[in-house]
Antibody
């Protein structure tokens, strides 16, 4: 059973880049057919999918965020990362990393989440 | 983009009672639908995938049904640990993957 843990700064200034890392344990991030994803939840709102990265490195992003999002994998550290540029207050949210080990685009393991606030 | 709509927003249920949660898709998602349970401060947990298949370790009191645009999550006899927010998610047409707005199941 995979375990995922998000890490990164809890406060980011407007216009800067939000950078988070998800550490994966209990399995290899290079496992064939696995997807790794980021999802967020603004305060008082529902879940919003940000994007996925396939084990091969292919990426898929939510269209409204696509121009600002980069998801990457670091196989040497068994981690994957999220960069979200030009943030505004609307990007304040709890950010979750998650895994899809079925390859069918639902998430079977999630991290606990990390609250990131955008404020000067 | 496929819009997922959940109802009701809040469901008040007594322990031991049955809870029925609904999820509607703006267009057919076949059976490509998952349900998650989310408690405050915790990681969301996958309950159901492919509309009706329970994930590993999920108790039999949780069941999912439906296909196309109408889906239901039923909790047959609510336990204290089941009070949470429940989300549906479609994975038939993506990007984007989309979630419903959630149903909060609270103690009556």
């Amino acid at each position: 059973h995979l375990q995922l843990q998000e890490s990164g700064p809890g406060l980011v200034k407007p216009s800067e880049t939000l950078s988070l890392t998800c550490n994966v344990s209990g399995g290899s991030i290079s496992s064939s057919s696995y997807y790794w994803g980021w999802i967020r939840q603004p305060p008082g709102k529902g879940l919003e999918w940000i994007g996925n990265i396939y084990y091969s490195g292919s990426t898929y992003y939510n269209p409204p965020l696509k121009s600002r999002v980069t998801i990457s994998v670091d196989t040497s550290k068994n981690q994957f990362s999220l960069n979200l540029s030009s943030v505004t207050a609307a990007d304040t949210a709890v950010y979750y990393c998650a895994s899809d080990t079925s390859g069918y685009y639902y998430f079977d393991s999630w991290g606990q989440g990390i609250l990131v606030s955008v404020s000067s | 983009e496929i819009v997922m709509t959940q109802s009701p927003g809040t469901l008040s249920v007594s322990p031991g009672e049955r809870a029925t949660l609904s999820c509607r898709a703006s267009q057919s998602v076949s059976s490509n639908l998952a349900w998650y349970q989310h408690k405050p401060g915790q990681a969301p947990r996958l309950l159901i995938y492919d509309a009706s298949t329970r994930a590993t370790g999920i108790p039999a009191r949780f069941s999912g049904s439906g296909s196309g645009t109408e889906f239901t999550l039923t909790i047959s006899s609510l336990q204290s640990e089941d009070f949470a927010v429940y989300y549906c998610q479609q994975y038939n047409n993506w990007p984007p993957l989309t979630f419903g707005g959630g149903t909060k199941v609270e103690i009556k």
